[in-house]
């Protein structure tokens, strides 16, 4: 499993409900930008909403600029985002959207008018701006966090992947799986790397596998862990599971 620390022990606690070892190889890690701030308020222009897509943006803020955003309206892309948002006082619109695509697609229709605030990372999908740009919106982009990409796997990841130990690799984004192709080249793995079953949480997640000569590549039927876990076979055998 290839998520950040804090998530993948989460999702490892998930898998061993469901009778799962996991192997965590942490890929990317996710950090606060220290010099993160809001701009100052424009006088008689406040914003009208802010929009995030990943629960980063609300976890990662500071309790300062939380306490600015309070009460606010969000637009944002998942549920676990939404509960962030709550957690940070804003309030969220619904729908919740289901990806960064689907929320760009709806802010023609459903953004309120005024200056909004974009809560990002520093790599992120482009579609959210683009739309915000295409529809001459008034905005600032902030951004809160930084996902760096480790430049090797785990000793126990590489070891287990030369050992053919890995029955299902499970992947939440595009960034990983493209590192996750880089670093099994960098260690002659990339073969062994491919062959397990390659659990993907959208197509977007899935092209750098495929592109990559992966072969046993499944779609989750939503963007949700939920959707992605059930895609995993049952257990057959008490060595180690999904990476």
Do not use: W
Not at 31 to 59: K, M, N, Q, W
Not at 61 to 79: F, I, K, S, T, Y
């Amino acid at each position: 499993m290839l998520r950040p620390k804090v998530q993948g022990a989460r999702t490892a606690r998930a898998l061993a409900r469901l009778g799962h070892e996991a192997v965590l190889a942490p890929l990317l890690e996710v950090t606060p930008i220290e010099e993160a701030r809001l701009p100052s308020a424009r006088s008689g222009t406040p914003y009208a909403a802010v929009i995030a897509a990943s629960p980063h943006a609300f976890t990662l803020l500071d309790a300062e600029n939380r306490a600015r955003l309070a009460a606010l309206p969000a637009m944002l892309v998942g549920a676990r985002t939404a509960r962030a948002a709550a957690k940070a006082g804003l309030r969220a619109l619904r729908p919740v959207h289901r990806t960064a695509r689907a929320l760009a697609a709806a802010l023609p229709d459903h953004a309120p008018q005024g200056r909004l605030l974009y809560l990002a990372g520093r790599d992120r999908r482009p579609e959210i701006e683009q739309a915000l740009r295409r529809e001459k919106r008034s905005f600032d982009i902030v951004e809160i966090y930084a996902a760096t990409i480790q430049p090797s796997l785990p000793l126990d990841a590489a070891a287990a992947l030369r050992r053919r130990e890995i029955d299902a690799v499970l992947h939440y984004s595009a960034r990983s799986a493209k590192a996750y192709v880089t670093v099994a080249k960098a260690h002659r793995l990339l073969a062994r790397a491919l062959a397990p079953l390659q659990l993907c949480l959208s197509e977007a997640v899935a092209d750098p596998l495929i592109e990559a000569g992966a072969k046993r590549v499944e779609l989750a039927g939503a963007p949700n862990e939920a959707c992605l876990l059930g895609l995993l076979p049952s257990p057959l055998r008490t060595s180690r599971k999904p990476g």
